[in-house]
């Protein structure tokens, strides 16, 4: 049971590059999201998915498009690489229990530089 | 909109020394309420959580109470060890007009010296 992976780990890109962030989780989970972290502005959602099929805007979504694959799988593409999407990316995924959402579970992030 | 505030770091402390961080909410819904925890270069884990009012979570020797009166869940530990050293985010998972909303604090990094 590898929970949430991510690859690549690390990337270097030049500015107007594309590149697909891969995450695959083995948890049955049917929510999966896609943050940004930066140096002291914490977590910021970019997009996610509640559930297979669909997917929503987060706060931060400009320059960033996803794909829910199938139920395990849920993408971050970026078309065109700028030097302000520098930042260390996390994917999580998170199940229903009730009324609320369980917690989430993180993967090991994908940290990306744009010169 | 739900937020949560928590103090700012960073926190240094003293091996075994007590630690307090403090995290405030605000929600329009009942919230769940956690707390993270990232050791460097890794992604963020659960440490503890509560999901009704006047509920302890532990974890590790950390524990939290979910105050509803005071819209509150801070975060304690008895004596810290170096190896606690690490960033430490609130989140709260709550329900508004738009469907389920997870939100996380900026994070408080703590250092703990020998």
């Known amino acids: 049971n590898a929970g949430v992976t991510q690859t690549p780990k690390f990337q270097v890109l030049k500015t107007g590059q594309s590149m697909t962030l891969q995450c695959a989780q083995d948890?049955?989970?049917?929510?999966m999201y896609w943050y940004r972290q930066d140096p002291g502005m914490g977590l910021r959602l970019i997009y996610y998915?509640?559930?297979?099929?669909?997917?929503d805007k987060g706060e931060v979504p400009n320059g960033y498009n996803v794909s829910r694959l199938n139920k395990r799988e849920f993408s971050l593409r970026l078309e065109s690489a700028a030097p302000s999407q520098t930042s260390v990316y996390f994917c999580?995924?998170?199940?229903?229990?009730?009324?609320?959402?369980?917690?989430?579970?993180f993967g090991p992030g994908t940290r990306l530089t744009v010169l | 909109g739900d937020s949560v505030t928590q103090m700012e770091g960073p926190v240094t402390l003293s091996e075994e020394a007590f630690l307090t961080i403090n995290c405030t909410y605000t929600?329009?819904?009942?919230?769940?309420l956690f707390w993270y925890v990232q050791y460097p270069g890794e992604g963020l884990q659960l440490l503890l959580k509560?999901?009704?009012?006047?509920d302890k979570g532990s974890n590790k020797g950390f524990e939290a109470t979910y105050r509803k009166e005071t819209t509150s869940f801070h975060l304690e530990k008895g004596s810290v060890q170096v190896s606690d050293s690490a960033v430490y985010f609130c989140?709260?998972?709550?329900?508004?007009?738009?469907?389920?909303?997870?939100?996380f604090g900026p994070g408080t990094r703590l250092s703990v010296l020998p």
């Open positions: 999580a995924s998170s199940t229903r229990q009730g009324s609320l959402y369980n917690e989430q579970f």
């Open positions: 948890m049955n989970h049917n929510s």
């Open positions: 998915s509640a559930s297979e099929g669909t997917t």
């Open positions: 929600a329009t819904g009942y919230p769940s």
């Open positions: 509560a999901t009704k009012a006047d």
């Open positions: 989140a709260l998972s709550a329900w508004d007009n738009y469907g389920q909303n997870f939100v």
